[in-house]
């Protein structure tokens, strides 16, 4: 099992970015996914939940009406599309699998940084 993020970076307060993680290794389309961060000095906080197929979706409050969740099942990726974005969303945004209602694999992680 590989997860590999990406779409990280530095943005003022009110941007967007959208984050991606590649999966392979596993059929894909057979797992619900889901997007976690850590910030700075922080524990992890669980951002959005996907199921396998798409159709439903679950977010944390904090990001509710920001941030949204997506997969591409023939392409193997996962998606986070962040609007709005605050400094409180600063953090290391990590995907993972899920397994039996917990998250088994994780990928290295990406940066997001928010800051005027």
């Known amino acids: 099992v590989q997860l590999v993020e990406s779409g990280g970076g530095l943005v003022h307060p009110g941007g967007s970015l959208r984050l991606s993680c590649a999966a392979s290794?596993?059929?894909?389309?057979?797992?619900?996914m889901s997007w976690v961060r850590q910030a700075p000095g922080k524990g992890l906080e669980w951002v959005s939940n996907?199921?396998?197929?798409?159709?439903?979706?679950g977010s944390a409050d904090s990001v509710k009406g920001r941030f949204t969740i997506s997969r591409d099942n023939a392409k193997n990726t996962l998606y986070l599309q962040m609007n709005t974005l605050k400094p409180e969303d600063t953090a290391l945004y990590y995907c993972?699998?899920?397994?039996?209602?917990?998250?088994?694999?994780w990928g290295q992680g990406t940066q997001v940084t928010v800051s005027s």
């Open positions: 993972a699998r899920r397994n039996w209602g917990t998250q088994d694999y």
């Open positions: 290794g596993f059929t894909f389309s057979e797992y619900s």
């Open positions: 996907i199921s396998s197929g798409g159709s439903s979706t």
